[in-house]
T-cell receptor, first 112, second 114 residues
Framework: SQQGEEDPQALSIQEGENATMNCSYK?????LQWYRQNSGRGLVHLIL?????REKHSGRLRVTLDTSKKSSSLLITASRAADTASYFC????????????FGKGITLSVRP | EPEVTQTPSHQVTQMGQEVILRCVPI?????FYWYRQILGQKVEFLVS????????KSEIFDDQFSVERPDGSNFTLKIRSTKLEDSAMYFC????????????FGNGTRLTVT
């Protein structure tokens, strides 16, 4: 697998349901971040979780990080049609200077 | 809220021509980046820039590419001798403390090489 690989690749749910997206990575990280991208637009930062944190909340978003399994999950509760977008995880790899490495992304469709 | 701005939003060029993509990062940020995204695919790192020099670059960022911060506000990506496979969305981003903080992205420049 690649550094920052999300699954599933695509997810379709009904409005009001919860959406769970997963990310796996290969190497040691300083932090992991989730971003959202609406079609044809730039990426928007959602949440950052540091390597010494296990869970973080922001509004309807909940992120977990398991460094022993090198994985993270993003949960969006009570989804809305406006949550329809692509979601990317990105890792700040230990010793990697300054860049973030992004995964391929998950396409989330929320049906009204 | 401050934002990263990119111009132009869409650039069409012929194969072999040079293009310059422009970005104005957030004013108090110190780290600047270029990423690209070929349609529907992953977001690929090209280069990061700090303290007026390249801090890291990917294998994609070969001699065809260069970056410059010509003044206190602009950050440019130059692509020489464009190829069809350079067609992509190019995103500029900035942050205050590098990868340890969120990156703020512009809305991108869609480059089409014909």
């Amino acid at each position: 697998s690649q550094q920052g690989e999300e699954d599933p690749q695509a997810l379709s749910i009904q409005e009001g349901e919860n959406a769970t997206m997963n990310c796996s990575y290969k190497t040691s990280i300083n932090n992991l971040q989730w971003y959202r991208q609406n079609s044809g637009r730039g990426l928007v930062h959602l949440i950052l979780i540091r390597s010494n944190e296990r869970e973080k909340h922001s509004g309807r978003l909940r992120v977990t990080l398991d460094t022993s399994k090198k994985s993270s999950s993003l949960l969006i509760t009570a989804s809305r049609a406006a949550d329809t977008a692509s979601y990317f995880c990105a890792t700040d790899i230990t010793g990697a200077n300054s860049k973030l490495t992004f995964g391929k992304g998950i396409t989330l469709s929320v049906r009204p | 809220e401050p934002e990263v701005t990119q111009t132009p939003s869409h650039q069409v060029t012929q194969m072999g021509q040079e293009v310059i993509l422009r970005c104005v990062p957030i004013s108090n940020h110190l780290y600047f980046y270029w990423y690209r995204q070929i349609l529907g695919q992953k977001v690929e790192f090209l280069v990061s820039f700090y303290n007026n020099e390249i801090s890291e670059k990917s294998e994609i960022f070969d001699d065809q590419f260069s970056v410059e911060r010509p003044d206190g506000s602009n950050f440019t990506l130059k692509i020489r001798s464009t190829k069809l496979e350079d067609s992509a969305m190019y995103f500029c981003a900035s942050s205050d403390i590098g990868g340890r903080s969120p990156l703020h992205f512009g809305n991108g420049t869609r480059l089409t090489v014909t």
